[in-house]
């Protein structure tokens, strides 16, 4: 990805468990591409994300059983190192602008060391009182690149 377009926008999504909410599917219309970092549990629920957007980025959680997807993945987009994994690992991956992450079922914004931390929180089945969460990582070429959680 060389000439950065005007926009990008990316859906990031986590945690689906073999659910997939309506209202994911209206949010993510026109993005670009589609991350999930995890626990999905049935393929059919990546082919609702590739119905929307056949760009599509997985890596497997700790209940993604009979799929085959890697662990983690790193993935640069237009100036910026994305690091997906869906638990949080206990050493953060050198020369990476952002960790993207599930597991938790909590939405997460945080910058540490220089590291933007990004969890989209659970999109089809949140615990410990978090509410249904979806994320975008979205580029402009005026501002860079900014991370936004929506509630579903």
């Known amino acids: ?81 994305f690091y997906l994994i869906h638990i949080l690992p206990r050493e953060i991956p050198d020369s990476i602008d952002f960790l993207c992450y599930g597991h938790t079922h909590r939405p997460d914004q945080t910058i540490k060391n220089g590291v933007q931390f990004f969890n989209p929180g659970s999109v089809g089945s949140p615990t410990k009182g978090a509410p249904a969460s979806l994320g975008f990582l979205e580029y402009d070429s005026s501002h860079g690149w900014n991370s936004r959680i929506v509630l579903i």
């Open 1 to 81: 990805m060389n000439q950065p377009p005007p926009s990008y926008r990316i859906g990031v999504i986590a945690d689906s468990h073999n659910q997939w909410p309506p209202r994911a599917s209206e949010l993510l219309a026109g993005v670009d591409e589609i991350w999930h970092l995890g626990d999905i549990c049935r393929e059919s629920i990546l082919d609702e994300a590739r119905a929307i957007c056949p760009k599509l980025e997985v890596v497997l959680g700790n209940n993604d059983f009979d799929l085959h997807y890697p662990l983690s993945r790193t993935l640069e987009r237009y100036g910026k190192r």
